[in-house]
């Protein structure tokens, strides 16, 4: 299945969890929120939330700014 | 800061004590490097950082950094345009920093970045409400600042004048009446331009300064960092030391007249 995770697209197996894209990704442990659609996928569920066939998914960390 | 400095006189904002009373921002940095010898010149304990997605490179420099210098982080919602946008924002932020704190931005267009009041006012509420400890970004408006600390704010952070302009206090009266009211610390926030401007903020009574373009895009930000902050200690000092009243006329610092030598015939 298709995932799109800031706004590119991931070949994920069915079944995969939230954490599962964070790995693919090579996301940092620490610093990051996930976001899936409007929500925000709290740390503790990123292991237990699946994603789906076109889900979008938003991972957001720190940056300078404001 | 000293630990005197501290002690004496410290910025408390809900629970959290600070020596500091210089807030960074962290944008218009052209590099970490600079933004480092910025941050430690300006001795801050608290500067913001905004949320953004995840660039490929993957990494989290400016918070590394922060957590470096021992520099609390405080994210902003900064780019956010409606009261939804702030809030997932906000959450998103207490995700990744692990802080409730968060400084509220919700601006009306990108021509004048504004604070749009009715949508600041409603994530104010909001999220308050969800449990987050809100310092909101606000126009210098004396009605809107008490709304806001109604609403639960912890501080209230008026503009100077549109963010990135330079353009200094432009209405200085404002400021003082947001001071006079205020059972919060008011943080001024936004259109500081150079050090004399910073000292006038607190001068006017604010408790804060939070500035980040004078010093990120000044021709040397690590010597205006170290402006800043003795511009914001200069103008705390001198509200506290209680400034003279503005007088028409002259008087005289000098002992009478009376004891002066006069020349009678020249």
Same mark, same amino acid.
């Given at each position: 299945m298709i995932v799109v995770v800031n706004c590119f697209e991931y070949e994920m197996p069915e079944g995969a969890s939230v954490g599962d894209v964070l790995r693919a990704i090579k996301a940092?442990?620490?610093g990051i929120a996930v976001a899936r659609g409007d929500e925000v996928v709290p740390r503790a569920a990123w292991d237990t939330t699946t994603v789906r066939d076109g889900d979008g998914i938003e991972v957001l960390t720190a940056v300078q700014g404001g | 800061m000293t630990a005197t400095q501290t002690l004496t006189d410290p910025l408390v904002i809900a629970d959290r004590v600070f020596g500091s009373r210089l807030i960074m921002g962290t944008g218009g940095a052209a590099n970490l490097e600079v933004l480092q010898r910025a941050l430690v010149a300006a001795q801050t304990e608290l500067t913001t950082v905004a949320m953004r997605r995840m660039d490929a490179a993957g990494g989290t420099g400016v918070l590394d950094l922060l957590r470096r210098l021992g520099i609390e982080p405080l994210p902003n919602t900064a780019g956010c345009h409606t009261a939804a946008e702030a809030v997932l924002t906000a959450r998103l932020a207490r995700e990744a +920093? &692990?802080?409730?704190?968060v400084k509220l931005e919700v601006v &009306?267009?990108?021509?004048? +970045? +504004? =604070?749009?009041p009715i949508e600041l006012l409603d994530a104010a509420e909001r999220l308050v409400d969800d449990g987050f400890t809100v310092l909101p970004y606000t126009n210098d408006d004396p009605v809107l600042a008490q709304r806001l600390e109604q609403a639960g704010c912890v501080a209230v952070m008026p503009l100077?004048? =549109?963010?990135?302009?330079? +353009?200094?206090?432009?209405?200085p009266h404002n400021i003082e009446l947001i001071v006079a009211r205020a059972g919060v610390p008011v943080i001024l926030d &936004?259109?500081?331009?150079?050090a004399s401007e910073a000292a006038l903020a607190m001068e006017l009574g604010c408790s804060a300064v939070l500035l980040a373009t004078a010093v990120t895009r000044a021709a040397d930000p690590e010597l205006m960092a170290a402006a800043m902050r003795d511009g914001v200690r200069a103008g705390r000092n001198a509200r506290l030391a209680g400034r003279i009243p503005q007088r028409f006329w002259a008087q005289a610092s000098s002992p009478p007249r009376a004891g002066a030598i006069t020349v009678q015939n020249e």
């Open positions: 940092p442990e620490t | +920093l &692990a802080t409730n704190w &009306a267009d990108d021509q004048t +970045l +504004l =604070p749009d100077g004048s =549109p963010i990135g302009t330079g +353009l200094g206090i432009r209405n &936004a259109g500081i331009g150079t």
